[in-house]
């Protein structure tokens, strides 16, 4: 029986490694309209759209990297995954937090009205609403299959501090530290951001990632063996790089960016390789990895290269995309329930289960919850 299964701590290295560099989706944030917008429903470049498709294309892409590093981890399946699989899935973890720092800053930055509670409140009621009803219902399933042994850091949202207390990743569950990240960033990060005076703001996010990446080079240092990067003053950097690139967004007269898009969609390749053949790398490249990522979301927000815009509003992969926040929470406990058939069954049971039970989450559980939410308070952006 799954639940009964021992899974040693050595061989979490890897599963930690993938799941710390993908709203996995995390917590999937709702794409603002804007009236340069790249593309619509119906995928001109030229018009207005309350989602940008390729933003949910990228969505499906980012899960899809950490689907394939996960399910060819030793955890889940006695097997260790190519170098390329690897470190395509640190870069696709890595770019869900970056996208979700840059969506929450420009959301912050375009809903603020000078009200300060009222607007953290209205932020966090509408993340709420978002992210918690599906989360708690997964984690009420973990439960009815004994696959939730410690609930109280899973419900609380401390998750990344007890895996990191025990040193150690295993079980269906473990993949949910990194929506623990992201909550304590939803939840201070507003706060901090808001009341801090507009002129001073960019200068309080380059201090935080300072401090970030002072945090993370003492913890590598001193901790080499600990699993110290769940913690959010280290993984933390991922989401205030995207905070940069949101800030930026919002501040700088709008303009076409579609070379900076090719640039940067070119140089987030050359890491992905270059890291899936060098393991000797040091521990700081995954700043420069969530800058390089940071670039590649900022330059697809603006870019209006039809041929861009086109490409990813595949409706299949837009579907993914949207669906891709309960794929995340659903697709690790899937693969548990897997865990004794072959590799290539695996794959292929595990995505289609995965996609099809995320498919009937969103249309018959997280869609009306989100139009009740769009009704309750709508959002300014």
Not at 38 to 58: G, H
Not at 79 to 87: E, L, M, R
Not at 314 to 330: D, E, I, P, R, T
Request: some cysteine; charged content about 15%.
């Amino acid at each position: 029986m799954v639940s009964g299964r021992v899974i040693e701590s050595k061989n979490s290295e890897l599963l930690d490694e993938q799941t710390h560099r993908g709203e996995g989706t995390l917590a999937q944030v709702s794409l603002p309209a804007q009236t340069a917008s790249p593309v619509s429903s119906s995928t001109s470049p030229s018009k207005p759209s309350a989602r940008r498709l390729p933003f949910d294309s990228m969505r499906a892409v980012m899960f899809l990297s950490v689907y394939a590093g996960h399910v060819t981890t030793s955890h889940i399946s006695n097997y260790w995954g190519s170098g390329f699989v690897n470190s395509a899935s640190s870069f696709g973890f890595y770019a869900y937090l970056v996208l979700s720092g840059f969506l929450i800053t420009r959301i912050l930055v375009g809903s603020d009205t000078g009200k300060t509670w009222s607007d953290v409140r209205d932020f966090w009621l509408r993340r709420t609403l978002r992210i918690f009803p599906i989360y708690y219902l997964t984690l009420a399933v973990l439960l009815t299959f004994g696959w939730l042994p410690e609930p109280l850091p899973f419900v609380t949202y401390v998750s990344n501090v007890y895996l990191f207390l025990i040193n150690q990743m295993q079980g269906p569950a473990c993949h949910l530290w990194s929506l623990a990240v992201e909550e304590q960033f939803y939840l201070l990060f507003p706060i901090v951001f808001l009341f801090t005076p507009k002129r001073y703001r960019l200068n309080l996010v380059l201090a935080l990632l300072a401090l970030s990446f002072v945090v993370h080079t003492i913890c590598a240092t001193m901790f080499p063996g600990h699993k110290w990067k769940l913690l959010l003053p280290s993984s933390g950097q991922c989401l205030l790089f995207g905070a940069i690139a949101g800030y930026f967004d919002m501040k700088l007269k709008q303009r076409d960016e579609t070379k900076l898009f090719v640039f940067a969609l070119l140089l987030n390749l050359a890491l992905i390789a270059v890291q899936s053949v060098d393991k000797t790398l040091p521990h700081t490249l995954i700043f420069v990895d969530s800058a390089a990522l940071a670039l590649f979301f900022y330059s697809l927000w603006r870019t209006r290269n039809e041929f861009i815009c086109k490409s990813l509003s595949n409706k299949l992969l837009v579907h993914l995309g949207q669906v891709s926040y309960a794929m995340y929470l659903f697709h690790l406990p899937i693969l548990y329930l897997l865990f004794d058939f072959p590799l290539p069954e695996k794959i292929v049971i595990g995505f289609v289960s995965t996609a099809l039970l995320a498919s009937a989450s969103w249309f018959l559980f997280e869609s009306p919850i989100n139009n009740l939410r769009n009704k309750l308070i709508p959002s300014r952006v």
